[in-house]
């Protein structure tokens, strides 16, 4: 029995001295320890890039900037009085709160301001200055700020938001025409749709001569935005096109006309939703399957709403309930590791 246990000593020693050594990455090593351990493995992250919070806020304001411009020339003082409330409120009141709360404030991450922006353009003109600011207090504080800040609210705010005051003003709801052009129509496309053709052309839809929120109607506009975003790599076409594209065709089945289709599409909310909100990257999935998912769900949603529901629009409700889905979705398609097991 000694002679083994020696026997088994002297081979263990004789095996080369092979460690892996694993360190915080706070902890950079040495030239010369790399080479005594040739399998060193620091820990993660492994990936590195240079994108941070503030350039991805930066390209989004960006990108809604013709948007932003559109809404202006087409509603008048009255858009611009409302981009600017909301924006500037939503960042005095995150600035706000993280100093009430004893927080690091963040406010130059510029989150604060795209939540703003986005809940401007999506109300109507109609909507007073002190409304919008309880608009962007709901949004900055009660639905990202409560849950933790940004990256830890698990529903848009801008959406969130909406909904909450669609319930609360009837002026938010309100078809509000635009200050330009000779449309005598007090109805949106999507009131009247598909029982009967709005009085404006495609054309005119297209660059947003008709009633609706401020930053939805100038397709045009919000096309190049969904462009720079490409561009720039920010998000990904998955969400964008499978959104629009699937109520295209549930909307084509439903109807069987193709005219009556396309206003459909470039009625209501559709194209803003699915290029800047249904694409947020806290409250949406993170791989391209989910996306899919995600889309097709939102576009289900909006088409039903659209077709069957008491209310003219469904986007904003459609986004709403598959932020909560998000989490359910990003487990179904989460793929398993090379080497581990995966858990029921």
């Known amino acids: 029995m000694l002679d083994k246990t020696k026997q088994t000593n002297e081979i263990h020693q004789s095996e080369p001295d092979v460690q892996i050594a694993s360190h915080s990455a706070d902890t950079k090593p040495t030239d010369a320890y790399q080479v005594d351990h040739p399998f060193y493995v620091s820990s993660s992250p492994h990936i590195f890039s240079k994108s941070t919070t503030q350039k991805i806020m930066l390209d989004v304001l960006i990108a809604l900037l013709p948007a932003t411009i559109a809404s202006i020339v087409l509603f008048g003082y009255k858009a611009l009085i409302l981009v600017l409330v909301c924006t500037a409120s939503a960042v005095f009141f995150e600035w706000a709160f993280q100093k009430i709360c004893k927080q690091k404030i963040v406010i130059g991450d510029l989150s604060a301001a795209v939540t703003g922006l986005l809940l401007a353009l999506n109300l109507p003109s109609s909507v007073t200055w002190w409304q919008g600011m309880i608009g962007s207090l709901i949004a900055v504080v009660v639905v990202k700020g409560l849950f933790g800040g940004i990256g830890k609210n698990f529903a848009n705010p801008a959406i969130t938001s909406r909904i909450i005051m669609l319930l ?67 998000i990904t076409w998955h969400t964008p096109v499978v959104y629009i594209g699937t109520v295209f065709v549930l909307s084509f089945l439903l109807n069987g006309d193709l005219e009556i289709t396309l206003y459909e599409i470039l009625s209501g909310g559709l194209f803003l939703g699915a290029i800047f909100m249904a694409t947020d990257y806290t409250t949406t999935p993170s791989r391209p399957l989910g996306k899919v998912i995600f889309a097709v769900g939102c576009a289900l949603i909006t088409v039903a709403i659209r077709r069957w529901g008491n209310l003219p629009e469904g986007v904003s409700y459609s986004i709403l309930f598959m932020n909560i889905l998000t989490p359910y979705i990003d487990k179904w398609v989460e793929k398993k590791p090379f080497g581990g097991v995966k858990h029921e």
């Open 168 to 234: 609360a003003f009837g002026t938010v709801g309100a078809s509000v025409q635009p200050v330009i052009g000779d449309i005598t129509s007090s109805a949106t496309p999507l009131a009247i749709l598909p029982a009967k053709l709005p009085v404006q052309t495609l054309g005119e839809m297209f660059i947003g001569l008709r009633g609706g929120a401020i930053g939805e109607g100038c397709i045009a506009a919000l096309l190049l935005g969904f462009i720079y975003l490409l561009v720039r790599k920010v």
